[in-house]
């Protein structure tokens, strides 16, 4: 059983930062694929960026450039950093774990509780 803790959520203006962490609790796969994904209201759930444990990073075309993920091994935590935050980044961002797959999007098994961002204009 592995539990995602989230946290790092919050309100900006459009062009602020943010960074989401995320510390993962009991880890069931040696191999693993570790990723946020997002839902805005009245949209589907997409993919933002994933990482896995051979720290090799993936990330949708709408967020290159301004998204950063990054693992700290030591500390079981992935982390999020936005940057150029635009009001289309407005989501509950949900914390997300796999086993390793070049499908790791479809083969989540475990979500965090999930943590609001806000973008202003």
């Known amino acids: 059983q592995v539990q995602l803790v989230e946290s790092g959520g919050g309100s900006v203006q459009a062009g602020g930062s943010l960074r989401l962490s995320c510390v993962a609790f009991?880890?069931?796969?040696?191999?693993?694929?570790m990723g946020w994904f997002r839902q805005a209201p009245g949209k589907e759930r997409e993919g933002v960026a994933g990482?896995?444990?051979?720290?090799?990073?993936w990330y949708a075309d709408s967020v290159k450039g301004r998204f950063t993920i990054s693992q700290d091994n030591a500390k079981n935590t992935v982390y999020l950093r936005m940057d150029s935050l635009k009001p289309e980044d407005t989501a509950t961002y949900y914390c997300?774990?796999?086993?390793?797959?070049?499908?790791?999007?479809?083969?989540?098994?475990?979500w965090g509780q999930g943590t609001q961002v806000t973008v202003s204009s």
């Open positions: 997300a774990y796999a086993p390793y797959s070049r499908r790791w999007k479809e083969l989540v098994d475990y």
């Open positions: 009991g880890y069931s796969y040696a191999s693993y694929c």
């Open positions: 990482i896995d444990s051979d720290g090799k990073t």
